[in-house]
């Protein structure tokens, strides 16, 4: 931090007139050391956090973070990145133009232009939320730790042999052997959702369910809504001294939505579009019931209900039951398929470097090459692939980077340090062999996109590099490789048994793309409660007297949230929301950028082929490698040509249809 310190105040203290070489390209290139070792301590304090390192988190966390906010109001800093501002249009490249603007705005949202009293305030309010995340965070990763539930073999009726085997190694891992805990469910979304989807015992998934869904209030010890609470107040104050009345008004100035209203009209529309799916979808699984003497009770359907008999009427309805593709979906061939994806697209070559040491054992250390004209075995970047979920690691999954792509390097530093090193991090419930959902797979797809938006970067300037992009566009090249995972050709070449390395049947093929958008409603209104109690929340500009509790229980009651289903992450443990500010007031951007990515896939499938040589250039240069180089709606209409358009996101979830919830009208 004092290096970096230094190295601004050089650019303050140069005595000739500011230029984009001697104050912006010298400031993208400042702090390379602190870079260096932030990144590390961050990947740590997600991948492997042990108590130890808990204790200096909890330490170091406002200290950064003020660290941080000093570097915006370095005395006569932002005044020469101010001049050099104002004479943007004289620059040699439009990439140098882009730089200078984000810049520009970046010190102007982090108080560069407040007086000095405010600017105290402000570093003292971004301290203390910066606190606030770390203990939310760590509350939730404790609850997942430590929280077990002891299972019998009878508690496992009706699961698959690789949950059952992954409970098994849970208890192993827990100090298993005792009496009554010889298999051990853990709060791992990847264990809980296939218990909730295939155990027969009702009371026993109730149980688990009701553990799930509280994490972050299990002890009253580590209670996280009062954290949400005051986290909502400093955000409020926040927004306010940036002459905005509401931080999701803050907080949509920096996106593509612009306005909260913008976001709302996009998440009201699919939302009353999914809830008459879902409760087309409820109804089928009530009829089920009755039809099978399934009595659920006055109260009828439940939470922990749905995923079990969702799946009970998938197989009467479609005979299809999603297990099956289980043993076709291994890690290892999954891992395979998303390789061999990113080869087909954009060339690129996957080596594993055993011999490379990581942090745990379990972890993959490979070195990612193409072909070039001017290097036939050129080194694009190392890529590192931590599959497991474990004691110490964060749950869900997330790809991030211990060093970014940039070709402004420090004249001191050896030219590797321009190569990508980048992360994808799975909670996979780890077993003999480890088989997939097929959302399982999805997820590994999803964050190999994202690796591929730091690996495939190429801007001059760190600052602009990779996943550094307005958060509405990120979520893009994530959600776009999704989408090779379904094609069939993918599965036909990569599907295939984990014993007999049979390929997927063409039958069980059918059986799955008939079944497909089964349950869709249920997912997008999981999804979509978030998005909108996200907004909503940020869109109150008081917080006197605030129960959040009470506010998630009013609004989705007067949203209409369809009976047996919640949102998919609640506020005491929506990590998205209060674990950092990226996401507040933008758990929209996964639906913003269903619209695109919906859209951008249908460019290859118009061609006849999903590998299509053209268009995957085009999809490298305007989604993968640009980063902010360029504004993104920019990119998205260089990439199609035009606008995107919100049809190929409503047909592809089954929600194309003319039916508009007449109370809406009202």
Known sequence: MTEHTAELQSIVDNPDTPTFENTIAAYDRAGSLLTRVALVFSNMCSSLNTDELKVVQTEMTPVLSRHRSSTYTLPGLFEKIEAVHNDRESLDTPEQVRLVERLHLNFQRQGASFDAAAREEYADLKARLAALMTEFAQNVMKDEEEYEIALTKDNLAGCPASLISAAREAAVERGGGETGKEYVMTLSR?????????????????????????????????????????????????????????FAEYQCMDRMAKTPEAVMELLENVWERAKISADKERQALEDYCKEMGDDLGEEGLQAWDWRYYAEKVRIAKYDFDESEMMPYLSLEKVTDAVMGVSNKLFGLRYAKRDDISSYHPTVATYEVRETTAEDPDKLVALFIHDNFARKYKSGGAWMSAYRSQTKNLPSTLDKVEAIPIISNNNNFAKSSPTLLSFDDATTLFHEMGHAHHGMLSSATYSTLAGTNVLSDFVELPSQLMEHWLRQPEVLK????????????????????????????????????????????????????????????????????????????HRPTHFLHLFASS????????????????????????????????????????????????VAPDELFRKFRGRDPDIKFMLEKKGLLNDEVCEEKKE
């Not at 986290?231 to 940036?242: E, G, I, S, T, Y």
């Not at 996200?534 to 917080?543: G, N, R």
């Not at 639906?591 to 490298?620: C, I, P, S, Y």
Request: one cysteine or more; charged letters at 25%; hydrophobic letters at 40%.
């Open 190 to 246: 990847s264990m809980v959702e296939p218990y909730l989807t295939y155990a027969t015992s009702r009371d026993k998934r109730e149980e688990v369910w009701r553990a799930w869904s509280a994490r972050g209030e299990l002890d009253p010890n580590r209670a996280n809504a009062p954290i949400a609470v005051e986290m909502l107040k400093l955000r409020q104050r926040q927004a306010v001294m940036h002459g905005c009345r509401t």
């Open 493 to 568: 070449e990569y599907a295939t048994h984990y014993e007999t390395g049979e390929a997927i049947p063409d039958e069980l093929l059918e059986k799955w793309r008939r079944a497909n958008l089964f349950n869709e409603g249920f997912a997008t209104i999981e999804y979509t409660a978030c998005a909108l109690i996200d907004m909503l929340v940020h869109q109150l500009d008081s917080y006197d007297n605030f129960d959040l509790a009470a506010f998630e229980r009013e609004q989705l009651e007067r949203l209409g949230m369809p009976q047996g289903i919640i949102m998919r």
């Open 582 to 629: 990226s996401y507040a007031a933008g758990y929209y951007v996964y639906l913003w950028a269903e619209v695109l990515d919906a859209d951008a896939f249908a460019a290859f499938a118009e061609t006849g082929n999903v590998f299509d040589e053209n268009v995957a250039k085009k999809a490298r240069e305007f989604i993968y490698s640009s980063g902010n180089t």
